[in-house]
């Protein structure tokens, strides 16, 4: 799987959507969804390394469907027009289960960890404490790059805000194509 490096994956998007939406600090809950997973996927990974390369065949199409019907849902959220949107704000238990539920969907994120282990960590370091040090960076790196988006989500919020229609049918483009991006 290539990931196309001029748009960015669900995770960002949906940082953007996110706070655009609730703010920066309204989008805190689904930002703390995406880095706790971010661990959990990197501890399932570093856990499971060995099986995983004889295991990843078998799981990979269900991974593939669930992080697409995902994807699908967030896009169809994503593209409600203003007036069918609900005026109930999400509490930040759903929007911290969210962010988990869509890393731990997320194709892309699991395929990061597993080649940043295999390709980089793995070949250089031997030491148990040097391999959890680099996964942490790794998870921390990710985790930025949502940070930034939702940064940049608050801050265009009122030009997004102005052009709602066309700034949500862009962002559900976006993850329509993240969502074919996973089979290609």
């Known amino acids: 799987m290539q990931p196309c490096p001029l748009l960015p994956g669900p995770n960002n998007l949906m940082a953007l959507s996110q706070s655009r939406r609730l703010g ?21 990974v570093v856990l ?16 593939k469907v669930a992080g697409t019907v995902y994807i699908l849902f967030l896009t169809y959220k994503t593209a409600m027009p203003p007036g069918e949107k609900t005026a109930v704000q ?4 759903t929007l911290f289960m969210s962010g988990i539920l869509l890393n731990l969907t997320n194709v892309k994120v699991i395929l990061y960890m597993i080649m940043g282990y295999i390709s ?9 404490f040097m391999i959890a040090i680099l996964g942490a960076v790794m998870c921390l ?23 709602e229609k066309w700034c949500s049918a862009v962002l559900a483009m976006m993850l329509l ?7 290609l």
Not at 48 to 63: A, D, K, M, T, W
Not at 146 to 162: D, H, M, T
């Open 24 to 44: 920066f600090f309204g989008a805190l809950p689904f930002l703390a969804g995406l880095f706790i997973s971010f661990f959990i996927i990197d501890a399932l």
């Open 48 to 63: 499971c390394l060995q099986s995983l390369q004889g295991i990843l065949p078998r799981i990979e199409v269900p991974l």
């Open 90 to 93: 999400p509490g930040s238990g």
């Open 120 to 128: 980089f960590i793995l070949p250089a370091y031997a030491s148990i």
């Open 141 to 163: 790196a990710a985790s930025l790059s949502n940070i930034l988006w939702a940064l940049a989500g608050a801050g265009l919020s009122r030009l997004f805000n102005r052009y």
């Open 177 to 183: 194509f993240s969502a074919a991006e996973i089979w």
